[in-house]
């Protein structure tokens, strides 16, 4: 007697990465590990673009009304976030907005240094056709919206380039350091371009960012590393202009007693 063979179970395509994950304006499931992710970088852009003011005290559920999500995928980000150093949790005052500490964050900008030729140089090494032709199709979006680019469009795209690096360098043991550490550098070229140098413009932030992707798109490992090293030490010339510019209170609200604004 002949059986009827059973049918073979489909594969279903995975995202291995956050760069190759739905692109934000797609409707996400509503699973536990989608809300998180929602929830992490809804308060991860409002402390970005300072939204949430360094040194400001909130509530939980205050954070949960500004993010528009429940208490459990909220509370996980936060203890990420705190974990990363961005948020500090009190246990009877509830949460605070970490202030900027100018002198410590360049200090990790020497680290951010060397994990960022260590992630580079295994992209330009590694990266997949598909990782390079990204690249190649995010220098030609800088290059034709360079004229116009404001920096809220500039770090949606500096964040989608972070994430490709990392998923090209194929080493998952270095995102959890380096992407709190992009985090921060992106609230300082924030700080930079629209508190302090408003009047630069962008035209040097995405030259610099233009040159790295041209070198490892093109697999050339010693202009890549070359081109992240300028990259670092354009930011760190940030430094010296907000340390001898930026309002203190922007770096820490409650200094005025600012913290509920």
């Excluded at 489909?10 to 291995?16: N, R, T, Y």
């Excluded at 990790?108 to 240094?113: D, G, I, V």
């Excluded at 500096?158 to 998923?167: E, M, S």
């Excluded at 140098?197 to 932030?205: H, I, M, N, Q, R």
Aim: charged share 30%; with cysteine; hydrophobic share 45%.
């Amino acid at each position: 007697m002949l059986r009827t063979p059973k049918p073979r179970p489909k594969l279903v395509a995975v995202a291995s990465s956050a760069s190759e994950a739905p692109d934000a304006g797609v409707v996400r499931g509503r699973n536990p590990q989608n809300l998180y992710e929602q929830a992490h970088e809804a308060i991860e852009e409002r402390l970005v673009t300072c939204q949430l003011a360094p040194g400001r005290h909130l509530a939980l559920l205050e954070l949960q009304d500004i993010v528009q999500l429940g208490r459990t995928p909220v509370h996980q980000a936060v203890t990420r976030l705190a974990e990363d150093t961005l948020l500090r949790v009190h246990a009877r005052r509830g949460l605070q907005v970490a202030p900027i500490d100018l002198a410590r964050e360049r200090m990790l900008l020497r680290l951010r240094r060397d994990l960022e030729r260590f992630v580079i140089r295994l992209a330009a090494e590694k990266s997949s056709s598909s990782h390079r032709n990204q690249m190649l199709h995010l220098k030609r979006h800088l290059k034709e919206n360079l004229p116009g680019m404001t920096i809220d469009a500039f770090n949606v795209i500096d964040r989608r380039l972070d994430r490709l690096f990392l998923a090209a360098a194929g080493e998952p043991f270095v995102e959890k350091t380096l992407r709190p550490l992009h985090t921060v550098f992106r609230r300082i070229g924030w700080l930079y371009h629209t508190k302090v140098s408003p009047d630069d413009g962008l035209a040097k932030t995405i030259e610099v960012h233009l040159a790295l992707l041209d070198a490892v798109a093109n697999c050339h490992v010693d202009q890549a590393i070359k081109a992240s090293d300028e990259l670092i030490d354009f930011v760190d010339r940030m430094f010296d202009v907000l340390e001898r510019e930026i309002d203190p209170v922007l770096l820490d609200c409650s200094l005025q007693g600012f913290d509920k604004l």
